[in-house]
Each structure stands twice: as C-alpha cells, then as structure tokens.
C-alpha cells in the first residue's frame, strides 16, 4: 500500500518581511508618537512567532536617506534572551534600531533637506525582495513570503519608477505586499502595491488600537486568508509620476517608444533620446540584434487620470520598466 504524499509545511507558515518607517522629520510632526507605534508593532511581530515555530519575521528600518536589516528571526543570536529580563526579538531590534537612526540622522543633518523629505520606500521594497529571492533559492520547501510595509510618510514622486519595479517584480514572484498605512492621508504608491500584487492595503482609523488592527487583518497566513473575509479597498489612486519634474499627475503625455511620462508637451522624448546616444557608444558586436538607433519618440499618447480605464494604461506604462 503506498504511503500518502507528504503535506508541505510551507500552506500555513509564513515569512514576514516587515519595512518600519523610522523618518524622523514624519515622526516630530505625527500626532501618534513613535515610541506607542513601535511598542505595538512589536507586540504584533512577536505573536507572530508565537503562531507557529517556524515562522519567520525580518524587518527592515526604513529611513529617509538609507536603510537597513535590523532583526531576522532566522539568526541565531537571535534564538535566545540576550539578558535577563528582555527577550531578543526586543533587545536586538531596539538596539540595531538606535544604531540605524542614529547613522541615518547623522547622514541627515550632513546634508540637511530643502523640504521634509519622504522615506526610502523603494529601497526597502528592494531589500525585501532580496531576501526573499535568497529563500526561494535556500530549497523547495520555504515559508510563504509576504511583505508588510508600516509607513505614514508621504510618497516621494521621485521614487515613482523604482517602487513600480518593485511592485512588479513581486507580483512575478507572486509576493503580496500588505500596507498598513498611519498617515493623515492614502499613499497612491502603498494602494497600487497591495492592489497589483494581491496584498491588503488599510488606514487604521485609531492608533491607540493599532495592535489590534495588525493581529486581525495582517496576521493571517496566506493560507488562511482565503477562509477570511478581509477588508478591501474602496478606491485605488493610479496617478503617475511626471519624468521631467517628478510630480504626481493627474493627466500628461507619453512617449510613444519608451512610455516615458510627461505634465508638459515636447517635440521629442529625452528618454528615447537619451538611449539613442547611449547605444551609440556602445561596441558595434551586436550582430543579429537590432540596433537603437533613432528611437527618440514623438510625444503624441495621451495619458488621461479618471475613470476605470487608468488602471489599464497605469499597468501598461509601468509595465515597461520589468520587462
């Protein structure tokens, strides 16, 4: 009689990359002060690893300049208390927490903004997707990844091409990207990550009850969210980011051959243009390829904001950045 095929155990065990907005410049001007913020995400990361023993949670700090891995449950120095009266998923993140704010306002007062500058969202994104490449590599049976992002900062436009890179490479890697988002206001870039990937994006309406939130909307595994009626967003914003002056958008131009996207009219695409040249210095051993020559565009597509149909040409438009 044959033996029934082994159960996988990755159906219900996750790995969570968490990124945690640490913009000090967002925080000194919030209402909801950092230090409730953290002592209730931390609350919520550790019963995620009470959940299951093979659980793993990894957070990523996310500054304005820079970021960083603070704790990763996998360690093993992380296994165990590291004092007497302070479990290691709290010493340790604290600890590497104060050493990356402390270098991150540091490289902030060096070179002190014009404006309050936004977090490095794009950076983390990235960072997350790397470690989550190097455990599909570590074997076929790994943890289901997901990634939650913990941010109130405002968007950056000017990370609009590099979050979209992100945000496309996970749903290639089907990697949902849950948002829990504190900010006065929606982030355009957060609602297009969750809507895209499959993720969840929510606002909590009260801080003081942020644990709460957390455990019974991002807790779930992804297995168990199909049994689960999760909450879902009423609208999504899909405004763009301009190429020439990095500014939300509510209707441009678009480059006919590169998709590049403009506030204002001009006769050619400096984008093309710019590949144009760039092709050029290139060695002349590409044979059987097609060269890039006279690729710059005319701008003649209209890119318009309103209505259902945005989410198609904001797909179309990003999509040109991960092929």
Request: aromatic share 10%.
């Amino acid at each position: 009689m044959a033996s029934a095929p082994s159960k996988h155990y990755t159906d219900d065990i996750s790995l969570l990359v968490v990124t945690l907005d640490t913009n000090p410049f967002f925080w000194s001007t919030f209402s909801f002060h950092f230090s409730d913020f953290l002592s209730q995400v931390l609350a919520f990361l550790n019963s995620i690893l009470l959940l299951g023993q093979l659980n793993q949670v990894v957070v990523i700090a996310t500054g304005c300049n820079s970021c960083s891995y603070i704790y990763d449950s996998s360690s093993n120095r992380n296994h165990a208390s590291t004092n007497g009266t302070m479990p290691a998923l709290y010493s340790n993140l604290l600890h590497n927490l104060d050493e990356f704010a402390a270098k991150d306002h540091q490289f902030t007062t060096d070179h002190k903004p014009p404006t309050v500058p936004s977090s490095l969202l794009s950076g983390a994104l990235s960072m997350a997707l790397c470690y989550i490449q190097r455990a599909f590599r570590a074997g076929p049976m790994h943890p289901q990844p997901r990634i939650l992002c913990l941010h109130g900062s405002t968007d950056g436009p000017e990370q609009y091409v590099a979050i979209m890179n992100a945000i496309f490479s996970a749903q290639h890697s089907s990697v949902p990207v849950d948002s829990c988002y504190i900010g006065s206001n929606n982030s355009a870039f957060l609602q297009q990550a969750s809507y895209i990937t499959g993720g969840i994006y929510y606002r909590p309406p009260q801080l003081e009850g942020l644990f709460q939130y957390l455990s019974t909307v991002f807790a779930t595994d992804l297995h168990s969210r199909e049994y689960l009626r999760l909450p879902k967003s009423l609208g999504v914003d899909f405004r763009a980011s301009c190429f020439c002056h990095k500014q939300t958008i509510d209707m441009g131009y678009v480059c006919s051959v590169c998709l590049s996207i403009f506030c204002e009219h001009h006769d050619k695409c400096s984008t093309s243009l710019y590949l144009a040249r760039l092709n050029l210095m290139l060695p002349q051993q590409t044979v059987g390829k097609e060269r890039l020559l006279n690729v710059s565009g005319f701008i003649t597509l209209i890119l318009s904001c309103s209505q259902e149909s945005l989410s198609v040409k904001s797909l179309l438009i990003s999509s040109i950045y991960v092929s």
